[in-house]
């Protein structure tokens, strides 16, 4: 017989009783901590629009989100906005729902004005249906160049250029 089972018998065998329960009485302190409530959650902002403006063109909310790594803007938008040249581009794009998309091109320092300041993009161009909620999307690499400061407790953004 294994040394493993023995051992394991006699734990088995030899159970121990519980004990009588006992009270233990704390402090005011203690129990005000145990006591109060935890803070609320906080809403996630993964994505918000900030109304900006590229050349004559107003866009009153574009998507800015969080969960993106680059800017998307649609090919008719880049068109009606006749921004510079529209690169050609090897790049491939995997859309959250999975579909692969390859861009029309890239646009390399798109001047957007957000406010008093401006600001360098790149813009990925993809053609695809107009929805007129969403024309562009700002990603997480215009959050990183506008030296964005993101207050999620007071809804509050802060561009630091």
């Known amino acids: 017989m294994p040394s493993f089972v023995k051992f394991i018998k006699d734990i088995l065998t030899n159970k121990r009783k519980l004990e009588d329960f006992g009270t233990i009485t704390l402090i005011k302190e203690c129990s005000t901590i145990i006591q109060t409530k935890l803070p609320s959650k906080l809403k996630d902002p993964s994505s918000f629009s900030i109304p900006c ?84 999307i700002l990603g997480l690499l215009f959050l990183a160049t506008a030296g964005a400061l993101i207050n999620v407790r007071e809804g509050k953004i802060t561009l630091k250029v």
């Not at 998309?101 to 813009?123: A, E, Q, S």
Request: contains cysteine; negative net charge.
């Open 53 to 136: 403006l590229i050349g004559n063109f107003n866009f009153l909310s574009p998507l800015c989100d969080l969960g993106v790594g680059v800017s998307i803007m649609l090919l008719s938008v880049a068109r009606r906005i006749r921004l510079p040249e529209i690169q050609p581009t090897t790049i491939t794009l995997q859309l959250a729902d999975r579909v692969i998309r390859h861009p029309c091109g890239v646009i390399k320092d798109g001047l957007l004005k957000v406010g008093k300041l401006y600001i360098l993009v790149d813009f990925i161009v993809l053609e695809m249906e107009e929805d007129p909620e969403i024309l562009i």
